[in-house]
């Protein structure tokens, strides 16, 4: 009676016997030539703009950071990409801070600006700007270092964000006491 309950289990083929099944022959199918491809037409190339030299000068204020890069040029400005009314939104204020170094060296108009800006707002970011331009300037032309210097345009900001303090709000706010 016990045999009767026993499951009846199926084994599995051995590895041996499968390996040894016979390999189907591989047909060769004859291939189609195709025609070689036409060479394009040979286009001379443009002459490519003279390379004028850059200048780099990096500014920083509060948490923002702008890499600026000069040229000789038309006065074009661009800031990641952006125009600087597109970036800036069209605010005054922002870009009298901007060309600042330009109109107290008397150079506005002769040079393309391009500046990649990281961090911080977009007020922050605009006197960062003014920095990099200025440290570029200096790169450029040191003679323009003790004009810039006395316009204050060299002078790193250090006003910064003060650190939260535990126990309070915030660096110095304490939570409102209630006596009763």
Known sequence: MAESHKKTVK??????EKAAAPKKKRVETPRVVEKPPVAAPVRAKKPSAPIRPSFYGTGRRKEATAKVRLTAGSGKMAFNGKSLNEYFCGRKLLEFVINRPFTATQTLGRYDVAAELLGGGVPAQADAVRMGIARALVVMNPALKPTLKKEGLLTRDPRM?????YGLKRARRAFQYTKR
Do not use: L, V
Not at 11 to 16: M, S
Not at 161 to 165: A, L, S
């Open 161 to 165: 964000k003060e650190r939260k303090k």
């Open 11 to 16: 084994k599995a083929a051995p590895a041996k």
